[in-house]
């Protein structure tokens, strides 16, 4: 990667298009550097996923900030608003409880499924067995399900007479059924095992690609030393697997907080705003209400935790 | 149709596959496509000062006018089939049509209205107007409405919500900014056969007797109430206990935001109690909290409750699937002779003040009140404009008009609670949610409508 030093000034600060993982792309960039024309022809090449980044990523971000500022309807002339919208947002009650929620979110988008990722790897890898194809799919399969239609089942299989209330009642544990997501005090656990789901095939799908690449010598190396499966798995792969956590880390944590359609489309915030979020609180102030400022307001409020929350996991992860 | 019904749609997906930048790049990133979720929608700021929206020379008489109009609408049944009789009629007019869904319709006619290509006329919805009127996008209508007569030909009550402010504060005064072109009402169906496994034989005539029938199903094992509290049902139950306890006029105030209005009343509160007490007796479950409109209405169908309110939009399913089974009824009152009261909304059309051809335009609307037109709301399943069109024979259908023309010509049409502000709808769901759930007290459900109220208009 020595190679790709030089090309480091070509990269604009922030809208540097995918620097990947290979060394590919800065080799090439890297043979041109250094001299006058070549490099701005180096940035003729970036143009058009340049252009693509700043018109759809960094324009409307920077426009969500601008409109943060307005009191605006979307139709008529904005005022200016300075931090009034702010204000309103931080000192609104529903605010902290749907960034709480949120953050309970967390636990059952992030942490379950990496937990239960890690689980599977190392139930799958270590010997080859047949059918391993045949589990990934299956657990990657609610990945490729659009939301809506994950939601809407499982609304099904969370009502009263629903599948989950069934098995409770087949096994013996009727005493517990209930309609999940109506309920009060278990709507938010209800919804979060949802995301579980939803995450962990993700989850295993990467940490399982990650433990492919961790040299077989390493295991063999710890198996010969008399290494059992549960040492070799926390000793070989788990280290091996840092890169993997961390990215799997960010994914769920910026799917649990920017969580909508599920939500949306499951409780839509009930019951009484149990499980209220953030996104759902900025898509009403933004189309039932028109407020537009407001809306923003929080939008921006949720990036800057989201950015928070994301890099600290980065950090965390950081190979020394 | 139901006030304010959603679909789901897909929003904000969490942006897989970015995260292999390094740190402060990914959340950059995730972080733009989430602000961009967020105003991908707005309006590219389309303001300027108002536009004059009163016509000046107004004419009834379109003989000669060849004209094409556009229009703009979601609602369908009744829009085409209502525009189709139009044209039927005026052969020199013709229509061509836009429909939006519904999820997206209040931006995209906001949008729409407020551009130089705007529709001649569009489908009114109280949100887009709160924004299209002050910024003098919609035709005032009160000139046509005098020349045509329209205090007479339509229904009082459906004109109100049309009518407002310049600023679109506070409604039934003012200005009218549209014309209704179908009627829907809510009230209460019932399982005829159930009604009479549970031992009641007649339909409940009073509030004690709905009670008692509630009761009688409970204790049948029958489920007093399909209860959809995952959306509108909760709030619409409740809204019909208030209009058969409650001041109408009272009401009326408050949603239409008069000023110095309150929803903390006497009657709101009995009839919030008595909501509350329906919960207690396990006559609406917790349950009901998980249950779409759409689940509540099954349950129905399958004939697993006795009790369904909803609005006339239910009819046709219920009827085609139940026939003779399920029977219609307005929620009573206190007394069997109390005048009727029940909440209901219309499909009505605003003119864009940038139109070419207003008087075609304004033919169209008075054209709603005819007779034909009727005919047309009727046999698309809406309360016709013109209460006077006799029944047919048609079973249920026949049932809900009938009970709507026991409204109407009272004048008890009286708008939906969530009518109120913008953000009505967000107290009244998670509200009686509160309420079902036990979290919350009558008296803390009733101040936070308030609360809104006085958010809004205070």
């Known amino acids: 990667m020595g190679e790709g030093a030089p090309a480091r000034p070509l990269h604009p600060p922030a809208p540097a298009p995918r620097p990947g993982r290979g060394g590919g792309r800065p080799r090439r960039t890297g043979r041109a550097g250094g001299r006058g024309r070549p490099r701005l022809k180096g940035w003729l090449y970036l143009l058009p996923a340049l252009a693509v980044y700043g018109g759809f990523a960094i324009y409307p971000a920077l426009s969500t900030l601008y409109f943060s500022f307005l009191d605006w309807d979307g139709v008529q002339l904005p005022a200016w608003a300075g931090l009034e919208n702010y204000t309103r947002v931080v000192s609104d009650p529903l605010l902290a409880g749907a960034i709480g929620n949120g953050l309970v979110l967390i636990v059952f988008f992030s942490l379950l499924p990496i937990a239960v990722g890690l689980l599977m790897t190392g139930l799958l890898t270590g010997r080859p067995r047949r059918g391993m194809t045949f589990y990934r799919t299956v657990f990657f399969l609610p990945q490729v399900l659009p939301l809506v239609a994950v939601g809407t089942t499982w609304r099904w299989l969370y009502s009263g007479d629903g599948a989950v209330n069934e098995f409770l009642g087949a096994v013996g544990l009727g005493g517990l ?41 390493l295991h063999e190396a710890a198996a010969l030393d008399g290494a059992g499966r549960l040492r070799r798995f926390l000793s070989v792969t788990l280290p091996g697997l840092r890169r993997e956590i961390s990215i799997a880390g960010v994914i769920t944590t910026i799917a649990a907080l920017a969580s909508f359609d599920l939500v949306f489309v499951t409780t839509n915030g009930g019951p009484a705003g149990q499980t209220n979020v953030p996104a759902l609180l900025v898509y009403r102030l933004a189309f039932n209400e028109g407020d537009i400022g407001a809306a923003s307001a929080l939008a921006v409020v949720l990036t800057l935790l989201v950015i928070a929350l994301v890099s600290l996991i980065r950090l965390l992860a950081r190979e020394k | 149709m139901p006030p304010e019904e959603k679909t789901p749609s897909q929003e904000s997906k969490p942006p897989r596959g970015r995260a292999l930048r390094p740190a402060v790049l990914s959340a950059l990133g995730s972080a733009a496509a989430l602000t961009l979720t967020a105003c991908a929608a707005l309006p590219g700021g389309s303001g300027g000062p108002p536009q004059d929206n009163t016509p000046d020379e ?41 429909q939006t869904p519904f999820t997206d319709y209040v931006k995209t006619i906001t949008l729409s209205m407020s551009s130089d290509d705007a529709p001649d006329i569009a489908q009114y919805n109280p949100g887009a107007m709160r924004s299209l009127v002050p910024g003098g996008h919609i035709l005032n209508l009160d000139p046509y409405a005098e020349a045509y007569g329209w205090e007479e030909s339509f229904p009082s009550a459906a004109l109100e919500p049309l009518q407002s402010d310049e600023e679109a504060s506070e409604f039934a005064t003012g200005s009218l900014y549209a014309a209704p072109g179908a009627l829907s009402v809510l009230g209460v169906f019932y399982n005829t056969e159930l009604l009479e496994e549970v031992g009641v ?24 109430l399909s209860v959809g509290g995952l959306e509108v049902g909760g709030f619409q139950i409740w809204n019909a206990l208030l209009n058969s306890l409650g001041d109408h006029t009272e009401y009326k105030d408050w ?21 509350s007490r329906w919960v207690d007796e396990g006559y609406v479950t917790e349950g009901a909290n998980a249950t779409s409109d759409d689940d509540a209405r099954a349950e129905f169908v399958a004939g697993d409750s006795l009790f369904l309110v909803t609005g006339n939009w239910a009819a046709f399913e219920l009827e085609a699937e139940m026939g003779d089974d399920a029977g219609f009824m307005l929620m009573p009152g206190r007394t069997a002779d109390q005048a009727p009261v029940a909440s209901g909304a219309s499909v009505a059309y605003a003119v864009s003040s940038s139109t070419e051809h207003p008087d075609a335009a304004a033919a169209f609307l008075d054209w709603l009140s005819s007779a034909e037109a009727a005919r047309i709301q009727l046999d698309t399943g809406f309360m016709p404009v013109d209460t006077q ?65 006085e958010g809004h208009h205070g």
């Not at chain 1, 059924?177 to 799908?205: E, H, K, N």
């Not at chain 2, 003989?63 to 609602?75: E, F, K, N, R, W």
């Not at chain 2, 949603?255 to 909501?275: L, N, Q, R």
């Not at chain 2, 809900?400 to 953000?423: K, L, M, R, S």
């Open chain 2, 255 to 275: 949603v239409y935001g008069a000023a110095g209005s309150s929803i903390e009343t006497d009657a709101a509160a009995e009839a919030t109690d008595t909501f």
């Open chain 2, 58 to 98: 107004v004419s009834t008489d379109i003989s000669g006018v060849s004209a094409t109009l556009t229009l703009a609408y979601t609602d369908d049944p009744p829009s085409s089939e209502l525009v189709e009789g139009f044209t039927d009629q005026y052969p020199d007019v013709s229509v061509e049509l836009r």
């Open chain 2, 389 to 453: 069109v006799p029944a047919e024979g048609r079973g249920l259908l026949d049932e809900v008009n009938a009970g709507f023309a026991e409204v109407a010509d009272n004048d008890g049409i009286v708008p939906f609670p969530d009518y109120a502000t913008p953000g009505m709808i967000d107290q009244l769901t998670p509200g009686v949610q509160g309420l079902i759930s036990g979290s919350s007290t009558p008296e803390e459900f009733l101040a936070s409508l308030q609360a809104e109220w």
């Open chain 1, 177 to 217: 059924t209930r309609t999940w997501l109506g309920d009060y005090d278990f709507a938010l656990v209800a919804l979060g095992l949802i995301g579980t789901w939803c995450m962990s095939g993700l989850c295993m799908v990467l940490f399982m690609s990650g433990a492919q690449k961790i040299d077989p010598a």
């Open chain 2, 201 to 224: 034989e007649e339909p409940p005539a009073t509030l004690d007797d709905f009670e008692d029938a509630l009761a009688r199903a409970d204790e049948a094992g029958v489920a007093p």
